[in-house]
């Protein structure tokens, strides 16, 4: 997965995306994408704040959408190793 979104210069991919039926994104933001996150099983515990952007999507390219989006929000899943973290 993170092998696919480096080269389609995604920043976030899901595993359904990729057609694996399971509940894992990985996630890289930072500049030198070097920094990859990994969440598996993740569950949104809370959120805050309204906002929103045009996006796009690595399984609909050639389309954007204003996706409305929490400010920020509270997420607990388990990393690569099975340890549970919580960002
Ligand atoms: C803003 S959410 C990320 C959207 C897209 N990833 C999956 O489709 C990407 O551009 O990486």
């Not at 509940?23 to 920094?35: A, T």
């Not at 569950?43 to 609909?60: D, H, Q, R």
């Not at 204003?66 to 607990?76: I, K, L, W």
Request: hydrophobic residues 45%.
């Amino acid at each position: 997965m993170l092998e696919t979104m480096y080269a389609e210069e995604g920043i976030g991919l899901a595993a359904v995306q990729v057609n694996i039926l399971q509940r894992i994104v990985v996630i890289d933001v930072s500049g030198k994408r070097n920094e990859p996150l990994i969440l598996i099983n993740p569950v949104l515990t809370n959120k805050f704040g309204a906002t929103g952007i045009e996006e796009g999507c690595l399984s609909v390219p050639e389309s954007r959408a204003f996706v409305p989006r929490a400010e920020s929000v509270t997420v607990t899943a388990l990393d690569r190793d099975n340890n549970e973290f919580t960002l």
